[in-house]
């Protein structure tokens, strides 16, 4: 009899714990804003739309981050409310212990190779960060990925914000160069392609503002030190001064529509759905 009792509290214990893992183990939703906002289409007039525009920016780090963000997609963005807005994801699901999440592609979105997204793309995207986590990767079908982690990792959109899918963006790459992806999913960009000049010398007092007093730019990053007459000519350009978390100054055009620098992290500003107008915009010192 007492055998009996031993045996049904281990088979109670066994079903208790097998229970309580697939609680932990099953998939609950995590909540996506819709990423409609994320691509808001420019309006330029007839011709405005094949402007290539010219920027100077120092090199560094910062500006292949910028370059990357324009033609390499993030799967996640963070919501301006809150949240999450799916990038290129339609759904994500997480299990409890965090070990455990499943990723659906955002169906019908074009890369620009001209083949569609789909889960083995996203996993070959993922593979070497989910390397560095010990984490792996299981095909469901071909719009859904599995992923599994031996420790629990519950900060993983953070990480899904981060990691690109090459060849998923608005403009294609060729070094400093962006052109415009004439199939991107949701519309045209507004512009025909943007160059990035990182010539120091460019940047030095004289240089810098004798191209702004040209218009040369379509923005540039104020280099720090700049003569007193330099600096008058610079105030008498038509550009806009836009101060960034990290210290820097952007003089941007007036006549650039619609680019709103990100002051928390430059890097994350979106070329899509900006453009270069004809003419000259009034003065607005709130920017726009």
């Given at each position: ?11 109670l214990a066994a079903l208790a714990a097998g229970g309580y893992w697939l609680y932990q183990d099953a998939l609950v ?21 094949e402007a290539v525009v010219e920027a100077l920016l120092p090199a560094g780090a910062g500006v292949e981050a910028f370059l990357a ?220």
């Amino acid at each position: 009899m007492k055998l009996r009792l031993v045996l049904l509290a281990l088979a109670l214990a066994a079903l208790a714990a097998g229970g309580y893992w697939l609680y932990q183990d099953a998939l609950v939703p995590v909540p996506l804003a819709p990423g409609d906002a994320l691509f808001v289409p420019g309006q330029p007039e007839f011709g405005e739309d094949e402007a290539v525009v010219e920027a100077l920016l120092p090199a560094g780090a910062g500006v292949e981050a910028f370059l990357a963000a324009q033609s390499d997609l993030a799967l996640l963005v963070r919501a301006p409310e809150g949240g999450w807005t799916g990038q290129l994801l339609s759904t994500l699901e997480g299990s409890r212990h965090g070990r455990r999440w499943r990723l659906v592609a955002r169906p019908g979105w074009r890369m620009q190779d001209g083949t569609m997204l789909d889960a083995p793309r996203m996993a070959k995207a993922l593979e070497p960060e989910l390397g560095n986590l010990g984490g792996t990767s299981r095909l469901i079908d071909g719009a859904t990925l599995d992923l599994r982690f031996r420790t629990p990792q519950k900060g993983l959109p953070d990480l899904l914000a981060r990691w690109r899918v090459p060849g998923s963006g608005p403009f294609v790459r060729q070094g400093m160069t962006l052109t415009r992806f004439e199939r991107f999913t949701p519309g045209r960009p507004g512009l025909a392609g943007v160059r990035i000049s990182t010539d120091p010398a460019l940047l030095e007092s004289r240089a810098w503002a004798e191209g702004l007093a040209a218009r040369r730019w379509a923005w540039a990053v104020f280099p720090g030190q700049v003569a007193p007459e330099d600096m008058a000519k610079a105030r008498l350009a038509p550009y806009d001064e836009f101060r960034m978390k990290d210290g820097t100054v952007w003089f941007l055009s007036r006549r650039m529509r619609r680019l709103r620098p990100d002051a928390s992290d430059w890097t994350s500003t979106r070329l899509f759905g900006a453009w270069r107008s004809s003419t000259e915009l009034p003065y607005d010192p709130l920017g726009f």
